[in-house]
């Protein structure tokens, strides 16, 4: 008998957006580790949105993590460097220095590198656990679900006279009549 198994990847709003939000708080801490300040929440949203979108199709598994997080790296790197060319003087506690890669210190670089890192192995966990859970449902590992009844027990009600009357056996002496002895 052919069984078709639809896996529960297409339900993964829950897992992108925890997965962002641990992407985010990653960056922001490995960030202020740095020597660097918060971004604004404008950039923090904006990059919630990229990592949500880029989760999505992780966890979809319609693009490899190999494939997904040196882009996601990159856009964290271009984007740094983005605010840093923009605004210089309010991107200040950073000490950029113009011969470093794209104005970012080595140290910051290991910052947006250790967030990525962080965000590959949330991807990583993620799809495992997905894998697990449909190791589980495989035939001989767990029993097949009994079936349920749906609603409270049916109550029975009870009968009239009339209904004793007619249920009454047709054999013997009657069942209304008074024993004679």
Do not use: C, K, N
């Amino acid at each position: 008998m052919l069984t078709v198994r639809r896996a529960p990847r297409s339900r993964v709003r829950l897992s992108a957006t925890l997965g962002s939000l641990e992407s985010v708080t990653a960056l922001v801490l490995a960030h202020l580790a740095a020597g660097g300040e918060v971004p604004s929440v404008g950039w923090l949203a904006a990059f919630a949105v990229l990592v949500y979108g880029a989760s999505t199709v992780v966890l979809r598994e319609r693009a490899s993590v190999r494939v997904v997080l040196p882009g996601l790296l990159a856009a964290q790197v271009l984007g740094h460097a983005w605010l840093v060319a923009l605004a210089p003087a309010q991107h200040p506690g950073h000490e950029h220095a113009a011969s470093a890669f794209l104005g970012l210190t080595p140290v910051m670089l290991g910052a947006h590198l250790l967030a990525a890192v962080v965000t590959g192995v949330m991807w990583v966990l993620r799809r495992r656990a997905v894998e697990v859970l449909l190791g589980w449902t495989e035939q001989g590992v767990v029993p097949p679900p009994a079936p349920r009844r749906t609603g409270p027990p049916a109550l029975r009600r009870t009968r009239t006279a009339r209904e004793h009357r007619a249920l009454a056996p047709t054999r013997g002496p009657p069942a209304d009549s008074l024993a004679i002895a």
